[in-house]
């Protein structure tokens, strides 16, 4: 339920409009999530692999320790900590906001107050501890898969009389350039699948667990947003949910009448705190395996009482998703997200090249299918958009990667400050 939890979350309500404008007709729009799926799908086989080989916590950050050294995982751990988790809560805890004020018609003083108590709240019931965290999660995300389930099968039930739409071609396919900026928001909204391999430590029996969980989940996530997004071009009129930021809202009115916008928005608010709480499950535990390995601050591995919730990274992630809201708006806040995470997830798919070669955990088991083609398209993907996304906002993304950068000093007085403490 975690890997589900996270993944399904607010990108679905939020992207589908903008991937429309971009890409201009039925046919490319289904192709991206498509190509959406089959690479998630295939970056679950390859961190399946990973997770079967080394299942400790901390997930990706010990296989690029493992793989590529300290650095590399300092390097890794850096982006992950400054900006990867903080901004990816702080972009969901701002969608949340948006929409409870939709819901109930109100300024946007009271989204942004939102933001910042959906935040709160999340940080306070991970405190709580891994059990009560994991009991709603899994209420969280049971609600919001059945409602948007639930939307997507009224409908298809309502508007079997538009299917024609499906088949609109337009004037001609979208030169690659385009593509990949549609895969940017593709990609984000199927961000989040490999966050269970932080918690492989407390999985019960990982190296089958983390291979069920993982692929089920990339498959389940995939037909689910296609379903949506043939619901929604079914539903709407192309212009209307082309550049929409609130299709599903839009469709909701369609299928259950002038109420459909205030029921839509409520299951987004629903929706975006079960991927906020996810992600605030994994964050702390990613900071937690960089102490524990002696390239974080030795207070990431302090703990609750009940030894299962990593307290200093919790609030360490409140902190700093804080100061997101405060100072970024929410393209500026995705656009750091989406240019580091393609950076660092690279890696971590990287490395399972390095792990068979160095054949560190033989003896786990499972190999990912199609080996080396399988992972390797993973990579091509993210440097296809990560390319594509530096031409197209060079200021925005030449920032986020500035910040990836600054580890290299970072790390250097790292060194020093341990040789110094050693001595």
Same mark, same amino acid.
């Given at each position: ?33 498509? !190509?959406?799926?089959?690479?998630? !799908?295939?970056?679950?086989? *390859? ?14 950050? /010990?296989?690029? &320790? ?5 650095? +590399? =995982? ?8 400054? #900006? ?5 809560? $702080? ?10 004020? $939709? +819901?109930?018609?109100a300024p946007p003083s009271v989204a942004r107050a939102a933001a910042f108590v959906a935040a709160t709240l999340a940080w306070l019931l991970n ?11 899994? #209420?969280?995300?049971? !609600? ?7 939307? +997507?099968?009224?409908?298809?039930? #309502? ?22 900026? =549609?895969?940017?928001?593709? &990609? ?15 999985? %019960?029996?990982? %190296? ?12 389940v996530v995939a037909a689910l947003y296609l379903l949506v997004n043939v619901g929604y071009l079914v539903l709407l009129p192309f212009d209307q ?6 299709? =599903?809202?839009? +469709?909701?009115? *369609? ?49 609750? %009482? ?9 609030? =360490? ?9 405060? *100072? ?5 806040? !995705?656009?750091?997200? /989406?240019?580091?995470?393609? #950076? ?7 490395? /399972?090249?390095?792990?068979? $070669? ?25 440097l296809w958009v990560t390319g594509s996304e530096i031409v197209a906002s060079p200021v925005r993304t030449g920032i986020g990667l500035a910040m990836?950068? &600054?580890?290299?000093?970072?790390? %250097? ?6 040789? *110094?403490?050693?001595?």
């Amino acid at each position: 339920m975690l890997a589900v939890g996270v993944v399904v979350g607010t990108g679905i309500f939020a992207v589908p409009g903008y991937v429309a404008a971009t890409l201009g007709a039925p046919g490319p729009i289904l192709l991206a999530w498509l !190509l959406g799926g089959a690479l998630t !799908l295939a970056g679950a086989l *390859t961190y399946a692999e990973l997770g079967s080989r080394l299942p400790q916590q901390g997930g990706s950050f /010990v296989y690029v &320790l493992h793989a590529f050294g300290p650095f +590399a =995982a300092f390097f890794k751990g850096w982006g992950a900590f400054l #900006v990867g988790y903080p901004a990816s809560c $702080a972009v969901v805890a701002t969608i949340l906001g948006s929409y409870f004020a $939709a +819901a109930l018609e109100a300024p946007p003083s009271v989204a942004r107050a939102a933001a910042f108590v959906a935040a709160t709240l999340a940080w306070l019931l991970n405190l709580r501890g891994t059990r009560f965290s994991g009991t709603l999660q899994t #209420v969280l995300t049971l !609600l919001k898969v059945a409602a948007i389930a639930t939307l +997507a099968v009224l409908a298809l039930a #309502v508007g079997p009389g538009q299917l024609d739409r499906l088949t609109l071609v337009g004037a001609g396919w979208p030169k690659a350039s385009a593509f990949a900026a =549609a895969m940017v928001g593709v &990609l984000w909204t199927f961000d989040g699948w490999a966050n269970l391999n932080t918690v492989a430590g407390e999985v %019960r029996d990982p %190296r089958r667990g983390l291979r069920r969980a993982l692929i089920g989940t990339a498959v389940v996530v995939a037909a689910l947003y296609l379903l949506v997004n043939v619901g929604y071009l079914v539903l709407l009129p192309f212009d209307q949910l082309a550049g929409s930021d609130s299709a =599903a809202s839009a +469709a909701a009115e *369609t299928v259950l009448g002038p109420a459909g916008g205030r029921v839509i928005a409520a299951i987004v608010v629903v929706s975006a705190f079960g991927t906020l709480f996810g992600i605030w499950v994994a964050g702390p535990r990613y900071f937690y395996a960089m102490a524990r390995h002696g390239l974080f601050f030795a207070a990431a591995g302090q703990v609750t %009482r009940d030894g299962s919730t990593p307290r200093w990274g919790a609030t =360490a992630l409140y902190v700093l998703t804080l100061a997101y809201l405060l *100072t970024g708006s929410f393209s500026e806040i !995705l656009g750091f997200y /989406v240019a580091i995470s393609l #950076v660092y997830g690279t890696l971590a798919i990287a490395a /399972v090249y390095r792990l068979r $070669a160095k054949r560190i955990g033989e003896d786990g088991g499972y190999r990912v299918p199609g080996y080396p083609v399988t992972p390797a398209l993973v990579i091509a993907a993210a440097l296809w958009v990560t390319g594509s996304e530096i031409v197209a906002s060079p200021v925005r993304t030449g920032i986020g990667l500035a910040m990836l950068v &600054l580890a290299l000093p970072a790390y %250097r007085w790292w060194r020093r400050r341990e040789v *110094t403490s050693r001595r």
